[in-house]
Structure formats: structure tokens, C-alpha cells
């Protein structure tokens, strides 16, 4: 039967709505090393589907995997394909499992949905190890009446295990992953295709180069135009091996166990080592349908590609206050690599487009090792104290590499630089209260914290000298209600950015306006016994005080060495007490912004 579909593809974890004929699905993951492949997996299909049978799909089955001793797992992708919206629940050996990634597509003449699921079991797949594993609980038996009218009832599974072993040659393996429908649903005569570009190859040998891959919903019997075909070096050839004819690629397969009844999948590896030689640099794999409806899961390729792989990183970035010199640390690493990186390789920074430096590797790099090292750099005048330093490896100042490489698009890293200078600051202005007493006054400045600052992000503290300022030591706590003994006093403040500022401002104290308490009872009970008067005493030191009664005679005269007038009065005929009643002060202060005497009244009360 012929089976209809206009799709969605699935790329890099996003679903795109797509009227193409052919759309590439994308590189998962590379792999460099001497690594290899190999895939496991199983139909639920009782037989082949068609638009009568099977009834049912079976809701578990079985796979063995068989390395060799000496073969070590490094990666196992488990998917999990069929009808329907998609089984997010099932178990592999008993062990529950989730899909990392859900893919659909939606097609046929029906508008049917269809799904593939995904999930990295490599820890799991470590531990087990070889034997048997069953895929179980999962039942799609429920959309099996709906899809059997147009015979796209399916389920089925696959592993991919990437196994190294030190025995192989060095090779590359790409990994493209997404879900892409090869679709029949074209005007007639037009063939549906889809193309993979392999670049950046750099071939030492074509020994054990092939190419395998999984795909869902093939039947074996509906041969047109299915074809798998490799281009190199200006040729393209046809892949065919016993199990897949050149016309009928999708024919439910399994060229690892030679199985022909892995019905409505396909998990077919061939070889392309007659069609690929030395020196070759990319590569394309063309696969395409002309009636069959196919869903292409997975591709993989293994490649004896001999290169390096040059990376870099930049880290602990380190400069003096007030300097343009930098010193900061590097790694150039050779990790997901098939070849050493040879010594002397160049390393180049920038600022922006312009080099300001270049460095060389100082050793051979082995496949998987790195090397450390570090540079000072002098930073031009003409770039801003906050850039974005750019360090390229194997670039030897031009922009572009000197060597080919695995990977032509990771040599580079970069990171945000902010050189350090002393903090700007505000000026701030001396601060005046009035003087309690010998000078000494109380002041509140935590407003300059903020106020001194140019910067929000600047640090602000206080300190009574300038060494304490410099070593940042025994900062001034109480800044709301600082006393001063004696002022002028000079206040010191520390702006931090990680450079640092000290600047000064100063504690003035002046004579304010004394106030008078002008009741007095000198009966020894502590509270006014004798005429106060708030803010004179050491404050105005020169003052001259007189008292008179009401008749104009002078009883007494006060001054800052005398104390408080108590009702005593000098020279007194009879008594030398005065009586209750009202009396009157002159008041002079004998200060220069007080030039004129203070008078008032005082009531005495004994």
C-alpha cells in the first residue's frame, strides 16, 4: 500500500514545520578515538504490517549485546520508536525509563501521529554490560485499529553502543540524530531525499570506514527507489550490501545479526571503504525514497580521520592596581582528538579584531592531554579599562588556522576583562556642629558613605588617620553619632574597587547660641540650684556674666572660672543671700560673631 506523509522534522531539540522535500537532520555528537559502533535492538511487530495484520503488537522483546572482552562501552543511546503520540513509560531489564527527548511527526493522508523517543542509558548500559536486554511495558496495541487502515502500525527499539577498544585505528564517529520522514507524499515521479554533508574530514585511511543507521516503518516489500548512496572525490555510489539491495535500503533489517525479520525497522551498517580514499576531506550520504514511507531516526559514520583538535581556556585573570599589564593563565587541550597536536603551536589574542599577542605551545600534546600555561599581556592604551579578551589557538595572528583540525569551529575563548583602577570620588565638604565644650563635638557623616561614592559598587569605610585608611584597619564604626574631643579633627575615607582611594574631610566645631534656664531654686535638691546656662561654660571661655536686682544693683559677676550664680550676693549688707523674687542678667561673650551682650530676667525661688 502506499503510504502518505507531510511531516515535522525534529532538529537540536525544536520542532520545525517544514514543506521541503529533503531536510538534513542535525550532528548530535562527534566522537574522536579508537572508537566503533554497533546497534541492538528489536520489532514488536508479530510480522510485517499491512492493512490486515498484524492485529496486535507485542509489548516486549528481546537483544543481545555481544562485545569483545576487551571492548569498553563509552556511549549507549537507547530509542524507542511506533504509532501514536508517544510511550513515555517502559523498562529495559526491569529498570524504569524516560525519554530524554520526545520527537513527532505528524503525516499520511490521515493526519496520523508517530513518535521516537530517546534516552542516554551509558551508565546503565556500563554496569550490565553484555547479555540479554528486554525492552517491556511498552503497549501500543491501543492505536493498532486506528493505524492498520493505512498499515503504519508499529513499535519497535534500538541501542547504539560506541564501544573503544585500543586494538581499532583511530578514528572519527558522527552521530546525527533528529526525526525526519522520507515521504512518498510527492507529485508523481518526484522522489523524496535527504542529504548528511560529513566536513572537516581528513582521511589517513578508508580501512573499516562505514556508515549505519536506524530507521522506523520500512517494508521490505515496496522496493522502489529506496537507495543509500555515498559521494566522494567527485563520485557517488549506491550502498548495497547482502542484506539491502541497491533499491530497497528500508526493507526491515539487521545487517549486525543478519536478521531479515526485524519487521517495520531498520538498524543496516555498510561499508564505505571501496568509495572513500586517503585525503579525502568531506563527503556526502544522500538517502532516499521514491513510494515507501520511512522515518529516519539516526545516522552514524566511522571515519579514520587522523587529526588534532585544538581548544582553549582562559582563567584567573590577574592585574595590579593602575596597570595595563595582565597576566592571566591558559590550557590548550587535545581532547576529542585522533592525532597530537604538534609543539609550537601558535596562540594569538585579541581585542576585539586586533592581535595583541601571540604565544606557542611549548610541547607536543598528546591525544586527550592538555598544557597549561601563562602570559603577561600589555594592554594598549586605546582599548577601555572593560573589554572581552579573545585568545585563538592554531592562529598565528591572521584569524584563521595554520593546521587542519577535527573541529575547525572551537579553537577560540573568551572572557570579560575589567583592568582596576584607583576609584574615582566626590569631594566632600568639611562638616560643622556646634562646639560642646573645648572644642569637642558630635557629628553624623554617614551620609558620605554614599555621598564620596562615583560608583554604587564602590566600598566605603572611615578611619581617624591615613595609615589606617591605607591598611584598611579599625574603621570608624559609629558614623551616625561620632564624638570628637578636640577640632579641628581630619576624618579619613577608603573608596575600594578593588583598587583603592583615600581622601579627607574635617570636624569643625563653632560657638552656638548659649541657652539661658532662667529659674533658679537654690534649696540643694539638685535640679536648678543655680543659674545654668547651656552652652557657655568652655564654649565661650572669655565670657563676662553680671547679675542686678530689680533696682538696677550689681549683686554678682560670673565667669568661665567661676561657678554657677546660686543667689549669693557679693558684698551683701546683713545677708548674703538674695531673696526670692526677679532678678536680671547682662550677659557678655566677649566672641567676635557675638559682639553684642545677651540680656534677660531670672526668677530666684528659695
Not at 377 to 387: A, G
Request: proline share 5%; with cysteine; hydrophobic share 35%.
Amino acid at each position: 500500500m502506499l503510504k502518505k506523509l507531510s511531516y515535522i522534522l525534529f532538529i537540536s531539540h525544536f520542532f520545525i514545520l517544514t514543506t521541503c522535500y529533503g531536510q538534513d537532520i542535525a550532528l548530535y555528537t562527534q566522537i574522536n578515538g579508537r572508537y566503533d559502533f554497533t546497534f541492538i535492538g528489536n520489532t514488536l511487530n508479530p510480522s510485517e504490517n499491512t492493512n490486515f495484520s498484524p492485529t496486535f503488537l507485542f509489548t516486549e522483546s528481546s537483544a543481545t549485546l555481544n562485545l569483545a572482552p576487551d571492548d569498553r562501552i563509552e556511549r549507549a543511546y537507547l530509542y524507542w520508536a511506533g504509532s501514536g503520540p508517544g510511550d513515555t513509560n517502559i523498562k529495559l531489564n526491569g529498570v524504569d525509563f524516560t525519554p530524554d527527548l520526545l520527537s513527532n511527526v505528524v503525516g499520511t493522508a490521515n493526519n496520523f501521529t508517530y513518535f521516537s523517543a530517546f534516552k542516554d542509558i551509558t551508565s546503565f548500559v556500563q554496569s550490565t554490560g553484555n547479555g540479554v536486554y528486554t525492552l517491556s511495558d511498552f503497549d501500543l496495541n491501543s492505536y493498532v485499529s486506528t493505524y492498520i487502515s493505512n498499515a503504519t502500525h508499529f513499535a519497535g527499539w534500538a541501542i547504539l553502543v560506541v564501544y573503544e577498544n585500543h586494538n581499532l585505528t583511530l578514528n572519527q564517529l558522527n552521530i546525527y540524530q533528529g526525526l525526519e520522514a522520507l515521504s512518498p507524499n510527492r507529485p508523481l515521479g518526484i522522489i523524496d531525499y535527504m542529504t548528511i554533508q560529513l566536513d572537516n574530514l581528513y582521511l589517513i585511511s578508508n580501512t573499516g570506514a562505514k556508515i549505519g543507521f536506524i530507521a522506523w516503518e520500512g517494508d521490505r516489500f515496496i522496493q522502489e527507489s529506496e537507495r543509500l548512496s555515498f559521494s566522494a572525490n567527485g563520485t557517488t555510489n549506491i550502498l548495497s550490501n547482502p542484506l539491502n539491495p541497491s533499491n530497497n535500503a528500508f526493507n526491515g533489517t539487521n545487517t549486525e545479526t543478519n536478521s531479515t525479520n526485524l519487521y517495520n525497522m531498520d538498524l543496516d551498517v555498510y561499508s564505505i571503504e571501496n568509495y572513500i580514499v586517503p585525503g579525502t576531506t568531506s563527503a556526502t550520504v544522500s538517502l532516499q525514497s521514491g513510494q515507501d514511507y520511512v522515518m529516519l531516526n539516526t545516522v552514524v559514520t566511522k571515519l579514520n580521520s587522523q587529526l588534532p583538535d585544538a581548544t582553549i581556556i582562559l582563567e584567573n585573570p590577574v592585574s595590579e592596581c593602575n596597570s595595563r599589564e595582565l597576566t592571566i593563565d591558559f590550557t590548550v587541550s587535545n581532547l576529542n582528538s585522533t592525532e597530537v597536536l604538534q609543539a609550537n603551536t601558535p596562540i594569538t589574542f585579541y581585542i576585539g579584531t586586533e592581535p595583541i599577542a601571540t604565544t606557542y605551545t611549548q610541547s607536543i600534546i598528546p591525544i586527550g592531554g592538555s598544557e597549561n600555561g601563562t602570559i603577561t599581556l600589555s594592554i594598549p592604551n586605546s582599548f577601555p579599562l572593560n573589554f572581552t579578551l579573545i585568545a585563538n589557538v592554531d592562529d598565528s595572528g591572521n584569524g584563521s588556522g595554520i593546521r587542519p583540525e577535527l573541529i575547525e569551529t572551537n579553537n577560540s575563548f573568551q572572557i570579560e576583562i575589567e583592568l582596576t583602577v584607583s576609584p574615582i570620588f566626590n569631594n566632600l565638604e568639611p562638616i560643622t556642629t556646634c562646639n560642646l565644650g573645648l572644642t569637642r563635638g558630635l557629628f553624623d557623616f554617614s551620609g558620605y558613605s554614599e555621598l564620596v561614592k562615583t560608583n554604587p559598587n564602590h566600598v566605603v569605610s572611615f578611619h581617624e588617620n591615613y595609615n589606617d585608611a591605607v591598611q584598611n584597619i579599625n574603621p570608624i564604626t559609629n558614623t551616625s553619632n561620632y564624638e570628637a574631643i578636640a577640632t579641628p579633627k581630619e576624618i579619613f575615607v577608603r573608596i575600594d574597587n578593588g583598587c583603592f582611594a583615600v581622601t579627607s574631610f574635617l570636624l569643625l566645631t563653632e560657638n552656638c547660641p548659649p541657652t539661658v534656664y532662667n529659674a533658679v531654686s537654690p534649696n540643694n535638691d539638685f535640679s536648678n540650684d543655680t543659674f545654668f546656662i547651656e552652652g557657655l561654660r568652655d564654649v565661650f571661655v572669655n565670657f563676662e556674666l553680671l547679675i542686678y536686682n530689680r533696682w538696677g544693683k550689681h549683686l554678682w559677676t560670673g565667669n568661665n572660672n567661676k561657678p554657677d550664680w546660686d543667689g549669693y550676693v557679693e558684698d551683701g549688707i546683713g545677708s548674703t543671700l538674695a531673696p526670692d523674687g526677679t532678678y536680671y542678667y547682662i550677659l557678655y561673650l566677649n566672641d567676635p560673631n557675638y559682639p553684642e551682650p545677651l540680656t534677660g530676667y531670672l526668677y530666684l525661688n528659695r
